[in-house]
């Protein structure tokens, strides 16, 4: 990683910026001939002299610099490789034999219920959400690009607290991380890529290790309105083991504070190794992981207008997240220990 890549924006984020400055900056071109203008009509009109040929200022020529300049502020660079929302494919294929040591080697994950995916996405992956870092995203994605299906790596939706962290935005992007928003789930989604979406967000990274694996509140039903609204089938996953990679022992007053305010993050948590090993504290926990897929959900019998149906909406959220967490207690039984 370098100071270069950190600074580097993700391509999404400039085309947004782009829309957004276009308008500033033509307006600013269009003052600056505007000015140009006057002062070559003031200059005609009372010209100087006292003034030697070629030793005054050419503020005309000086404006038309300027002019130019800002006319190809709004212009976007391009990186080869990158595609519209950040991701590196030659990044991704450096870093595969470090996600496949994670995966093979280090969690030793094990996936079941793959077969089951449909060979065609794209698909809205809903999943229970743990850990203070996107490991689980990160490993769920990695599962799927590695698995027999020939369904695209999907990308992974990552909350705002997240992507705060130095280097941290540019880093998650170039693997395929996006900011959680309902605007880029629809536009990833139109473009045909599969999603990993976590309705938990926040309150389920900062779940206590006493609570692990109680799925919490799948927030207002984002997660069935973009399936209906775009004619995308659900799967549901259950993930065991990343709440062990980072065990919330608890926090302090002073590391909360510090988390909230400096760091932007919900919690700055104990852990059996952080703060006690500084830095190093932060690495995940070598913990047994089970990936569990369930049956693919389709809500192509409801009318895009069901989406707007609260009561309904909310049922089936209901029945979402007792899905994946009756996924996730069938990891738990899979999995023979925590660390072996």
Not at 288 to 302: A, M, Y
């Amino acid at each position: 990683m370098t100071p270069d890549d950190s600074a580097r924006p993700t391509g999404f984020q400039r085309d947004e910026r782009s829309q957004h400055a276009a308008p500033q900056i033509e307006q600013l071109r269009k003052a600056l001939t505007g000015l140009g203008d006057e002062i070559r009509s003031q200059q005609r009109r009372a010209p100087d002299p006292q003034r030697k040929a070629g030793s005054g200022t050419e503020w005309g020529a000086l404006f038309d610099e300027l002019r130019r300049w800002v006319g190809i502020l709004g212009m976007v660079e391009q990186y080869p490789g990158v595609d519209d929302f950040g991701m590196e494919a030659d990044y991704l294929k450096r870093l595969q034999p470090l996600f496949d040591f994670l995966y093979e080697r280090y969690w030793r994950v094990q996936l079941t219920g793959d077969e089951s995916l449909p060979s065609k996405g794209p698909v809205l992956f809903v999943s229970n959400r743990s850990g203070l870092l996107p490991w689980d995203g990160m490993m769920l994605s990695h599962a799927i690009d590695r698995s027999p299906v020939q369904l695209e790596r999907p990308r992974f939706l990552v909350e705002d607290e997240l992507l705060r962290l130095p280097f941290a935005q540019a880093q998650l992007a170039r693997v395929g991380g996006v900011r959680a928003c309902r605007e880029n789930l629809d536009q990833l989604i139109s473009r045909g890529h599969s999603v990993v979406v976590f309705p938990e967000g926040a309150r389920g990274a900062a779940r206590s290790f006493r609570d692990r694996y109680q799925v919490g509140r799948f927030g207002r039903g984002g997660a069935i309105r973009a399936a209906i609204e775009n004619r995308i089938p659900l799967v549901p996953v259950g993930i065991v083991g990343a709440e062990e990679a980072y065990p919330r022992l608890g926090d302090t007053s002073t590391l909360g504070r510090l988390a909230s305010r400096d760091l932007g993050l919900p919690v700055l948590p104990i852990t059996p190794t952080f703060p006690l090993l500084g830095p190093l504290g932060l690495l995940p926990l070598p913990s047994k992981w089970v990936i569990t897929i369930g049956e693919p959900i389709s809500l192509l019998e409801l009318e895009p207008d069901a989406a707007n149906d609260d009561v309904s909406v909310s049922h089936l959220t209901e029945a979402l997240r007792e899905e994946v967490q009756r996924l996730v207690e069938r990891g738990l039984e899979a999995r023979s220990s925590t660390w072996l």
